[in-house]
Nanobody, 120 residues
Framework: QVQLVESGGGLVQAGGSLRLSCAASGRTFSTYAMAWIRQAPGKEREFVAAISWSGAGKRYADSVKGRFTISRDNAKNTVYLQMNSLKPEDTAVYYC?????????????WGQGTQVTVSS
């Protein structure tokens, strides 16, 4: 069982930066792949980024490549999403998720989400 708690969301102007954090409970955090998924109002959930259990593997949605960076600290049971050059279309609730499989849909466990709002 893994419990996830996101933080770091907020209101930022276009072009600005935010860093999201996701704190995980459970001693098996380091064995899970982690991901960030977002959902904008009236839209379906959208994959943003994922990282393998070791941190060696990373993948990103085309819409965020070059602007967002996912990382993790297994000693702190935390995964991060550094978001730079933010755009109004990045506005969404951002969810952290965990799964044993890095290459599939990462959705075994979910956090409650944190709101990111980018003003133009």
């Amino acid at each position: 069982q893994v419990q996830l708690v996101e933080s770091g969301g907020g209101l930022v102007q276009a072009g600005g930066s935010l860093r999201l954090s996701c704190a995980a409970s459970g001693r098996t955090f380091s064995t899970y792949a982690m991901a960030w998924i977002r959902q904008a109002p009236g839209k379906e959930r959208e994959f943003v980024a994922a990282i393998s259990w070791s941190g060696a593997g990373k993948r990103y949605a085309d819409s965020v490549k070059g602007r967002f960076t996912i990382s993790r600290d297994n000693a702190k049971n935390t995964v991060y999403l550094q978001m730079n050059s933010l755009k109004p279309e990045d506005t969404a609730v951002y969810y952290c998720a965990a799964d044993e499989n890095f290459w599939g849909t990462i959705d075994d466990y979910w956090g409650q989400g944190t709101q990111v709002t980018v003003s133009s």
